[in-house]
């Protein structure tokens, strides 16, 4: 799952929302004297890589978009933040917009003291509003152009990420059907493990 899904699938509280998004940049290492909520959030975030790596749905849609393919997972990771946003009021009880507008206010004053890494990314999110972003498939399409760019050349010469773009378009129907049957079986196994006073902004 990508930045707006791991968010969302956080306790509700900013340190553990902020785990929960900086564990891939960070590898995964929670940094010496960060919280217990933060912590957390990165236990959270492989309970969440774990499930959806694991889920059949997810295996048949990554098929969908290749046979063969290094980055069909992160593709199919950004477009699951799109089908979440467009169908953001079928899975959460608060606005979306305002869902954010709290994260992108609370995560600056949060991450002071953090190392300069995680500074870096929660800045770049925040600024750049990236997880409103994925609202549209243009954002999807801009998403998709950062990460090319991120790419060594001997990576891209093996895929790209604006390539699926064609076969999205071509598999819409099928993803989109397959990311709303899968999301509701992640919430409900992700809140296994989270304080259900702290997950009451779910619909579950």
């Given at each position: ?16 929302q902020l785990g929960n998004l ?168 992700i809140a296994k493990g989270l ?10």
């Open positions: 799952m990508n930045w707006l899904a791991h968010v969302l699938l956080s306790e509700n509280h900013i340190e553990h900086l564990t891939d940049p960070l590898k995964a290492k929670a940094w010496e004297g960060a919280s217990v909520h933060v912590r957390h959030g990165m236990e959270t975030h492989k309970r969440i890589d774990a499930f959806t790596d694991s889920h059949a749905v997810v295996s048949k849609s990554k098929a969908r978009l290749a046979k063969r393919g290094p980055l069909k997972g992160v593709v199919l990771d950004i477009l699951y933040d799109y089908y979440l946003s467009i169908h953001w009021e079928k899975f959460v009880h608060t606005e979306r917009e305002h869902f954010l507008e709290t994260f992108r206010t609370k995560a600056p004053h949060a991450m002071q003291g953090y190392p300069d890494r995680a500074q870096e990314v929660i800045a770049r999110v925040v600024i750049n509003r990236q997880l409103s972003s994925y609202i549209s498939m243009d954002g999807v399409e801009r998403a998709f152009g950062r990460i090319d760019k991120r790419l060594s050349e001997r990576t891209r010469n093996k895929d790209t990420a604006t390539r699926y773009m064609p076969i999205i378009v071509q598999e819409n129907d099928y993803l989109e059907k397959a990311f709303l049957d899968f999301f509701p079986d992640l919430m409900e196994e304080d259900v006073d702290e997950i009451r902004h779910w619909k579950l």
